[in-house]
Structures are given as structure tokens and as C-alpha cells.
């Protein structure tokens, strides 16, 4: 075997190690194919070409009612967490900012600061409602019913984007940096803090749409066979 072909198939098994559960089955269907690919060179370009597999983060598709509940619970615990997390960076920029508003030595100074502890207030509140929506998974009597469960799982897939509050947050922080320094690369650090997030969400949303199909497909086989 030569080095070109060990390298091709080195990193189509390490895709396959790191796809996500989702995509386990695209990640072996393309690692199969390298290995049949004669040249080893066009084996390397299809190995490469593979890695996209690694961008795609998909969970294990739900095949029954019965994997609905637990589903739901990994999904209510990862916001409740997030929810937790999030809370963090408002609340400590904002507290730093607070005293910057006293301390300010302009109205420009001052403006910037008051900006960003609004948008901590915002970001902080919305983040502390969200916890405080979801129950604990163990407190809630919904995941007995899986048909029940498998809604309101439906309806936290469909919730409102939460991007918007990071919008905000890091515009106004953003924001206040430049109306300090009058530096415009606080701006562009903005700008690629805004990008990323937009591209996280967009892949969470096709993730949820799926999910969605999903449901809407378990639920329709079972009004079915009812």
C-alpha cells in the first residue's frame, strides 16, 4: 500500500471516528468508497473531500415513539445548561460596565457603558426566563406519555431563534469599545462574533427540521396503524 493510499484512508477512518451519530452511515458509506477508488490519488481527493461530513452535526435519527421521551430530556437539559452558561457573560459584563457608567469620563464613555448594561438586562433576562420555563426533566410528568412528549418536543424544536439576544449583546459591547477607543476593529470583532452565530443557528435550525420531519413522521404512522 503506498503512502498516498495510507494517508486516504487514515483520514477517511478518522471522519468516520468523528462524524456525528447522525451521520455515522454517510461517513462509512464514504469511507467504503475510498477504499475501492483505484488511484490512490483520486482516493486522497475523495478522503479530503469527506471531511465536510465532520460540519454536518446530526443526532441519531429517531426511528420510534419509544426514543421520543429520552430525546426530549437531552434537549430540555442542554437548554436548561446553556440557559445557565449564557447567563455568565451578561451578568459580568454588565456589573463591569455599572461602575463604568459612574466612572466615565465623557457622555460618550457613559452612553456606551449604560448600551451594554441594557443589553446584559436583556440578554439576562431572557436567558433566566428560559431556565426558569423548562422544568427538570425528572419533575416533569410529560415523558410518560410519549405521544405528548413527542409534541412538545415538536414545539421546542420550533421555538424562536435566540439570535437576536446575541445580536444585541455583542453589538452594543462592540459598540461601547469603539465609542472608548474610537477603533474600528472592535467593529469587525463584532462582525465575526455575529457571522459565527448566524452559522451555528443556521445549522441548528436544518438540524431541528429534521427532527421535526421526523416526528411528524412517527406520529403519522401511528394515527396510521391506529
Known sequence: MTLVRMVALTISDEVVRWASPGCKEWAEGLEREARVIESDWAALRWAIGSTRVLLDRRATPLR???EVPAATQK??????RS????????????????LGVFRARSNMGR?????????????GTY??????????????QIY???????YFYREQLKRFDSTWIYFSFWF???????????DVSYLWM?????????????????????????????????DGLG
Open 83 to 98: 440557559a445557565g452558561y449564557n447567563l455568565a457573560m451578561p451578568i459580568t459584563c454588565g456589573l463591569i460596565e455599572l
Open 127 to 140: 436567558w433566566l426566563m428560559e431556565r426558569l420555563r423548562l422544568k427538570e426533566p425528572w419533575k416533569d
Open 172 to 182: 452594543c459591547l462592540a459598540l461601547n469599545f469603539y465609542m472608548h477607543d474610537n
Open 111 to 123: 452612553a456606551g457603558a449604560s448600551l451594554v448594561v441594557l443589553a446584559s438586562i436583556l440578554a
Open 190 to 222: 463584532f462582525a465575526g462574533m455575529f457571522l459565527f452565530t448566524l452559522l451555528v443557528t443556521h445549522q441548528r435550525k436544518q438540524n431541528n427540521q429534521r427532527r421535526i420531519e421526523e416526528i411528524d413522521a412517527l406520529l403519522a404512522e401511528r
Open 75 to 80: 434537549l430540555v437539559e442542554m437548554t436548561r
Open 64 to 66: 420510534s415513539l419509544d
Open 144 to 150: 410518560d406519555d410519549r405521544v405528548a412528549c413527542a
